[in-house]
């Protein structure tokens, strides 16, 4: 059974910041890469940002690079994304899943999902 929560989505203008959380249980959480990834609307969802286990390793899509950072809380199995300098385009429904590690750092290593959390971004 999956269980992931994700929370911290809300409605800000561009330029704004915001920090999305997501709670893992324990078996998904520990000794896994967690990843974030991002839905528009009429889009397929997409890869945002990787960290390794315990979390010396952060990956990123260029288009969040800079901009986004992701950690993790392995005491509370807790991935974040904290985003900065927000724009219009990085308006979606935002999910986190554990990763597949190496070159398959994109490749989420679930196929069920949690509910997600809205991130729009206004002009």
């Known amino acids: 059974q999956v269980q992931l929560g994700e929370s911290g989505g809300g409605l800000v203008q561009a330029g704004g910041s915001l920090r999305l959380s997501c709670v893992a249980s324990e078996r998904m959480f520990r000794g896994n890469f967690m990843g974030w990834f991002r839905q528009a609307p009429g889009q397929e969802r997409e890869f945002v940002a990787a960290i390794n286990w315990p979390g010396g390793n952060k990956y990123y899509e260029d288009s969040v690079k800079g901009r986004f950072t992701i950690s993790r809380d392995n005491a509370k199995n807790t991935v974040y994304l904290e985003m900065s300098s927000l724009k219009p385009e990085d308006t979606a429904v935002y999910y986190c899943?554990?990763?597949?590690?190496?070159?398959?750092?994109?490749?989420?290593?679930?196929?069920?999902w949690g509910q997600g959390t809205q991130v729009t971004v206004s002009s």
């Open positions: 899943n554990p990763v597949r590690g190496g070159a398959a750092i994109k490749v989420p290593l679930y196929r069920s």
